[in-house]
């Protein structure tokens, strides 16, 4: 089944938002702002994340305007599941068979648990070559049919295309489906609630496929367009060293890319083809902005200064924004303003980059003079 909803229009204005004691905490409250007509509802609650004012971290890279959007807080500890939710909701109502999705891990994940809560048989496709086992456990732990393509992602990505189209299920795929773009949007929509009614000066975010960057400006922009903000904020995209098609492109002053075998760990965004990528390069562009590539040394040492610094615990693409602005700090870029990074995914459901070195595990006798000879 083609999710072959339109991009959607909306009349513009300042009435399309929340009132601000709607009491509501999901990302149902912007629903005048979203394709759908908000009486279906979603048995899981997804938005309403925190934005954190991390003092100790903030001290650390000397940034006192750095706030941290924590995605990590959401039903399945991602920011897929404000994607999925949509998908879900609309697949339901269509009567879909079941429902589909390509993924390098947190999608699936994500699915699986929204096509558990819907009712909804979910089929996932991630590539067999670079999936953590974990998450496979997880999705499995849903109920879910997980393929382990003998391929990329981008193979797994095509190939769950072509079973949507013979099997009637329908895709979920970033990029493919528009709800995606229009899920993620929220995020913009609740940082910018979140303080105060204000946009944020620059806001790094991580980028694989680019549908998280791109619905971010695109959230911005609709914001703009209800004319209660005035401008859209500088996006920086981060890219992996060992995956930055975009980033490569964009330093060349251009928007087309050529496909790259991805190498990195983290593999949220080890995308070497990415297929929302025309969108977040333009996004970028548009707003001044710029791409940053991190090494895998920098992604590691974002996840072990976020856990260590705040208490919040990422995978490697998850802390990826925050590597992006380590690595401007580095730089010696001032970085005025209030800025914000995108925590898009816990550290809990793949656990092999775990910063384990930051504290210590310590064998002692059960006798309270061992443990202070130990200290
Ligand atoms: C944790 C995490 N961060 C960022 C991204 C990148 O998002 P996008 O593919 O929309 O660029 C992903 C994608 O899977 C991800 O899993």
């Not at 429902?99 to 996932?124: E, T």
């Not at 946009?199 to 549908?211: A, E, F, K, S």
């Not at 920098?298 to 990826?320: I, K, S, Y």
């Not at 590597?323 to 303003?337: C, E, I, Q, S, W």
Request: with cysteine.
């Amino acid at each position: 089944m083609d999710a072959d909803a339109p991009e959607a229009e909306y009349a513009y204005g300042p009435e399309l938002l929340p009132d601000a004691s709607d009491g509501q905490d999901d990302i149902w409250r912007w629903r005048r702002l979203l394709p759908l007509d908000g009486s279906d509802s979603y048995p899981l609650q997804v938005g309403g994340t925190p934005l954190l004012h991390p003092r100790s971290l903030r001290d650390t890279l000397g940034l006192p305007g750095l706030v941290l959007k924590d995605e990590t807080r959401t039903p399945t500890g991602s920011n897929k599941d404000r994607a999925t939710a949509l998908c879900v909701v609309d697949a339901a109502r269509r009567g879909a068979a079941g429902i589909a999705a390509a993924s390098s891990g947190n999608v699936a994940v994500s699915l699986a648990a929204g096509g558990a809560a819907a009712g909804l048989p979910a089929y996932l496709f991630v590539s067999g070559r670079s999936v953590a086992p974990s998450k496979v456990d997880l999705m499995r732990a849903f109920g879910a049919t997980v393929f382990l393509v003998d391929g990329s992602y981008e193979a797994a990505y095509r190939l769950s295309e072509a079973a949507c189209e013979r099997f009637g299920w329908y895709s979920r795929n970033t990029g493919a489906n528009p709800l995606a773009v229009e899920g993620k949007k929220t995020v913009a929509f609740e940082v910018w609630e979140q303080l105060g009614r204000i946009m944020p000066r620059v806001v790094y975010l991580p980028v694989g496929d680019g549908v998280t960057l791109a619905a971010y400006a695109r959230g911005c922009q609709e914001l703009v367009h209800c004319r209660v903000a005035e401008r859209v904020p500088r996006i920086v995209g981060v890219q992996a060293s060992g995956a930055a098609p975009l980033a490569d492109a964009f330093a060349r002053g251009q928007s087309s890319w050529t496909p790259v075998q991805p190498r990195t760990i983290a593999d949220g965004i080890a995308v070497g083809d990415p297929c929302y990528g025309g969108p977040a390069i333009d996004a970028v562009r548009a707003t001044s902005g710029e791409f940053v590539r991190v090494d895998d040394a920098d992604l590691q040492a974002a996840v072990a200064m976020l856990a260590r610094t705040t208490g919040l615990l990422a995978e490697p693409a998850g802390a990826a924004s925050l590597a992006g602005v380590m690595a401007h700090r580095r730089a010696g870029r001032a970085l005025d303003g209030t800025v914000v990074a995108l925590i898009t995914a816990t550290g809990l459901k793949d656990q092999r980059w775990l910063p384990r070195e930051s504290g210590r595990a310590i064998e002692v006798a059960p006798d309270l003079d061992a443990l202070a000879a130990r200290l």
